[in-house]
C-alpha cells in the first residue's frame, strides 16, 4: 500500500471517522438516557401535530437515538462505513431541516436536544448555531462518502478477505492486498 494511502488514512479518515462517530454516539447516549425528554423535544419542534400523530413522534423518541449508536459505533469501528456515514448524513440533513422550520416559523419556540440537556458550543435555544454545526458536520460526511474509511476501518479486511497481518503488509502490484483502483 502507497504511502500516501496511509497517511491520507492516518491524517484524514481515522480521525473524521472517530470524531463523526464519536459525537453521534455521545448525543445518542444523552437521549437514550433520557427518552421522555427527548419525546418533549421533538414534540417543541411542532413538525407533528401530537393529537393525531403522538405515537410517531414517540416512536421517533425511541427509535432516532439508537440509530445514532448503531451508526456512529460503525463508523468508529470502519465497518459498513459508506453505509453508516449515508446513514449519519441523512440525519445530519433531516436535523437541519428541522431546525430552520423552528428559525422561520416564529410561533416557534423550542429548544435544542441533540446532545441532551449538555449544550455543545451553541445555546439551547434552537437558532443559527445548530445550523452551522450540522453543516460543519456534512463535510467529513461528504469526504469519508469519496473516499471511504480507509486502511484503519474494518471495511479493509473485510473486502480484502483477509487477516489483519495481510491488510498493513505491504503488497505487491497484482496481490489481492494491492491498493483499490476505486480509492486512488
Known sequence: MSAKRWVESILLQFPMRIALGGVFIFAAFTKISNIQAFAFAIKGFKILDPDKHGHLIISAAYTMPWVEMIAGVLLVLGLWTRAATVTIGLMLVFFIAALL???????????????????????????????????????????LLWRGGGILALD????????????????KPGSPVAEDSFRG
Open 101 to 143: 422550520h423552528v428559525i422561520f416559523d416564529p410561533t416557534i419556540d423550542a429548544d435544542c436536544s441533540c446532545f441532551g440537556d449538555i449544550q455543545f458550543k451553541c445555546d439551547a435555544a434552537v437558532g443559527w448555531c445548530q445550523v452551522i454545526r450540522d453543516v460543519i458536520m456534512l463535510i467529513p460526511v461528504g469526504y
Open 156 to 171: 479493509t479486511l473485510r473486502e480484502r478477505n483477509c487477516t489483519p497481518k495481510d491488510a498493513i503488509q505491504d503488497a
